[in-house]
Nanobody, 121 residues
Framework: VQLVESGGGSVQPGGSLRLSCAAS??????????MGWYRQAPGKQRELVAS???????DYAEAVRGRFTISRDNNNHTVYLQMNSLKSEDTAVYYC??????????????WGRGTQVTVSS
């Protein structure tokens, strides 16, 4: 199983970026309970940014609520993060997470390799 992230980059404060993460496998992905985005800034612990349950429930970190929107395409095992009104404190490596990804071999959690988001003037 692989989680492939895209969409990171550099942007000025107030700008926008859209991250994408697609899960793929050599076999069939049956379902993914939850997909989400975490971030880790230099010298800080990895923290949850937003998550999207398969049945539609979403959760956001207080720091991004109202600015970021998570969405998901269950059929294509893809999760998106639309980031608006970006601030310098949003600068971090953003990681995609798939929780309880089910294949014919069972359930497991997976992480992407991360994509850098830099917000700077």
């Amino acid at each position: 199983v692989q989680l492939v992230e895209s969409g990171g980059g550099s942007v000025q404060p107030g700008g926008s970026l859209r991250l994408s993460c697609a899960a793929s496998a050599s076999g069939r992905i049956i379902s993914i309970a939850k997909m989400g985005w975490y971030r880790q800034a230099p010298g800080k612990q990895r923290e949850l940014v937003a998550s999207h349950h398969r049945r539609g429930m979403t959760d956001y970190a207080e720091a991004v609520r109202g600015r970021f929107t998570i969405s998901r395409d269950n059929n294509n095992h893809t999760v998106y993060l639309q980031m608006n009104s970006l601030k310098s404190e949003d600068t971090a490596v953003y990681y995609c997470n798939a929780e309880r990804l089910a294949t014919e071999d069972g359930f497991k959690d997976y992480w992407g390799r991360g994509t850098q988001v830099t917000v700077s003037s």
